[in-house]
């Protein structure tokens, strides 16, 4: 089923489960719903989780599946973000950050006392049939630093890549065209000093915000002295772009001052920030030539 299809089958859907779809005027009888009858409304795979598990083995994307990536229509959304940022639309100083390993959020437990073995047939099992066993050993080789100490590492670390990484990116090289004010993008490594209650070892989505906002409690979770200077490390950050404009020389250069087609990024690991020149360029270039692009960008 392509997006189009899926788009008009869950419109037709949503007014199935309404009283508009005889309605005169279709708008206005959406309009006077409330929210709760909205939301009701809406198909069961506006809400789906597990989805976000679903590795990049189907060319669809994830649009296959999920319903509610944004779409285009001329008026609520008059144009492509990447289209919307090479303009300089709301030019403002912008961070893109994600964190390495953004669904430890909700760990696999059959990955938990996975060997570096376990893993190596996890990459082959899941991308050979989609890719060919020689593309999946590839991909498992590109991933093979993640496994030590930890070899689940990089089962998550190349969901994040594929769903976050190098989706900002491109967002990144998209708004270096337009912004006259600095961009900045920036992975985390930085991970919690121990398991968290759900099992979560890795830097996790929100980890970054959990430690910057001291709402540890939420996780059930002492931190060690190390995680408090990573929080603070992180808030002194955030601050400081919304208060001066810009952040720190040290660790961070708009990703203007890289030449064309090219970006500056940095490394936000547990004590310090660390610039690096293109970031993921080669691994995001890999997935491209395999097919896996921004259909399996969360940002979408």
């Not at 789906?48 to 001329?74: E, Q």
């Not at 099992?199 to 979770?221: I, K, L, M, N």
Request: proline share 6%.
């Amino acid at each position: 089923m392509d997006r189009a299809t899926k788009e008009t089958q869950d419109r037709e859907l949503i007014l199935a489960r309404t009283p508009c779809k005889a309605a005169a005027d279709v708008r206005a009888c959406l309009l006077d719903l409330t929210a709760e009858e909205l939301h009701g409304a809406m198909p069961d795979s506006y809400g789906y989780f597990d989805t976000l598990y679903d590795y990049p083995v189907d060319r669809r994307g994830l649009g296959a599946r999920v319903s509610a990536l944004p779409h285009v229509d001329g008026v609520t959304v008059p144009r492509p973000l990447q289209d919307a940022l090479r303009t300089g639309l709301n030019d403002v100083p912008l961070l893109l950050q994600s964190l390495q390993a953004e669904m430890d959020c909700a760990p696999d437990a059959s990955l938990e006392n996975a060997s570096a073995e376990d893993v190596r047939d996890w990459f082959r099992e899941k991308f050979s049939p989609a890719y060919g066993a020689a593309n999946a050993a590839e991909i498992f080789r590109r991933y093979a630093e993640y496994t030590d100490p930890h070899p689940a590492y990089a089962v998550y670390a190349l969901d994040s890549d594929t769903a976050a990484a190098c989706g900002l990116r491109e967002l990144a090289l998209a708004a270096r065209e337009g912004f006259g004010s600095p961009v900045y993008w920036a992975t985390v490594t930085g991970a919690p000093s121990t398991t968290l209650l759900a099992g979560s070892r890795f830097p996790f989505h929100t980890w970054d915000v959990v430690a910057a906002t001291r709402t540890w409690q939420e996780f059930h979770y002492q931190p060690s002295a190390s995680d408090e200077r990573f929080g603070a490390m992180l808030l002194g950050q955030w601050v400081g772009l919304a208060r001066d404009g810009r952040l720190p020389d040290a660790g961070w250069k708009p990703v203007q001052m890289a030449p064309g087609g090219r970006t500056w990024g940095s490394r936000v690991e547990k004590d310090r920030t660390a610039l690096v020149y293109d970031p993921k360029a080669e691994v995001c270039r890999f997935w491209r030539s395999i097919g896996v692009g921004q259909e399996w960008w969360w940002i979408n």
